[in-house]
DNA sequence: TAGTGGTCTAGACCACGCC
DNA sequence: GCGTGGTCTAGACCACTAG
């Protein structure tokens, strides 16, 4: 069975917008655009520009067009609240640990694949701000094996995600979390600058990606005292 | 301007499925049906299907036809791991306080509107467990203007969504939450049977719905050492 | 007024599930 | 084989946005 052609144009336009051709912000070819270059009907061009608004990718405009989204916003992700989608907050981040070759984790609370265990494992850890600061520590896991070069890349303006995206085309597909109140041990006291035992928020999450048996393992810490765990979801 | 075609079909269908006409695990008609009931081509029935999916009412199977789904499965909703959605747990639910009106209380952490201050407040408060083992306590409010005979309502399979659904045909349309890591105080350490300090889960939600200004708030206070909070997010 | 997306019709062919 | 949903064409009219 050949490619679907709404997926053909689909695909093109979602590799041009993770290349940067499309900016966030800007508009894609109308309807009648895609249906000259594509040879298509405008069924078929709507039902890619519908595929490319689920996936969270452009937002439909009446009147005007398909406005390109910055793409994290609509992913329904857990945030520190204001924390990175604030504008002009004062937020930073420092590595714990840089990118590097290392191994599978037991902290990791969800099961990894024979697949990926086979594998080998890249590993980085972070420590992130407001202001002066430190609300969550995060420490991330993943299989090598599709991020050739990645323990020298520079992070896209500082996003994990974004550089996924730009350089690997790989994209979030989901994620699942599991969410606990713990005491905070020495180490995590320290990094967050909080007494040892004091309540944090450990979220372990799974993110799933479009790359089969490639996903993203992380272990998050937050001190949740004056920065909560925000997170929305609207049909 | 009237009322679009794939609306009437679709909203003819959702009323259906609230009344439990057509019941969980059973198939709506089928697209050439709608058409002739409808007199309306495969298109316009096939948008009122595609509504009712992205709403999380049915799914769409090649071959057989549109299921209905247990909604509450499809929320993206925070839920206590393998809680109220396992088969065959042996999980439970106590009324700590059954449905009043009562007073909008300052522990609600989102802004309540005006235009919902100025009504009446309907409030419960319930206790979960999981064997004998409790491990979350529940305050929930709302405005009472749009639950007439709600105080006297037994909760239909004890699921407050469903008799909200089934009764009032009021939908959950999204949710926004916050989440803190907290030492529990007396009153909850009593409740979940834990030592006073102890780490718990504090998770403040507004659910939004499909009336305007009708909102559900709800605080919730989870033990989180053996039973976590999950959540799942896919595209 | 021109261009955009939103709705809708009336067909056609294909792929999946089941008897 | 037959009914189901999935894809696609070729048109039409309408509603929103902006110059």
Redesign the pocket.
């Known amino acids: ?1 050949e490619e ?3 997926r053909t144009v689909q695909n093109f336009l979602k590799l041009r917008i993770q290349q940067g051709y499309y900016e966030v912000g800007s508009y ?1 070819p ?4 895609l249906c000259s270059s594509f ?6 061009a ?2 890619a520009l519908a595929e490319l608004t689920r996936e969270g990718f452009i937002e ?7 406005i390109v989204l910055e793409r994290r916003k609509t992913l329904g992700l857990l945030n520190v609240k204001g924390f990175s989608e604030a504008v002009g907050k004062d937020v930073s981040t420092v590595f714990l640990q840089n990118p590097v070759p290392g191994n599978w984790d037991p902290k990791i609370n969800f099961t990894i694949s024979d697949a990926e265990l086979k594998k080998s494992c890249v590993h980085f850890s972070r420590l992130r701000f407001v202001g002066s600061e430190p609300v969550m520590t995060e420490y991330n896991w993943m299989a090598g094996e599709y991020l050739k070069g990645f323990c020298d890349l520079d992070f896209i303006e500082g996003s994990f995600f974004k550089t996924l995206s730009r350089h690997y085309h790989i994209e979030i597909t989901g994620s699942d979390h599991e969410l606990r109140a713990e005491n905070a041990d020495e180490n995590k006291a320290i990094l967050l600058d909080i007494p040892i035992g004091s309540p944090i928020l450990h979220i372990s999450v799974k993110f799933l990606t479009n790359i089969n048996n490639f996903n993203i393992y992380s272990e998050l810490y937050c001190n949740t005292k004056y920065y909560p765990i925000g997170n929305s979801y609207h049909i």
């Open positions: 069975m679907r052609r709404y894609l109308s309807e009648n655009g040879s298509i009907t405008r069924t078929t709507r039902k439909r405009k009446h009147g005007k067009g398909s």
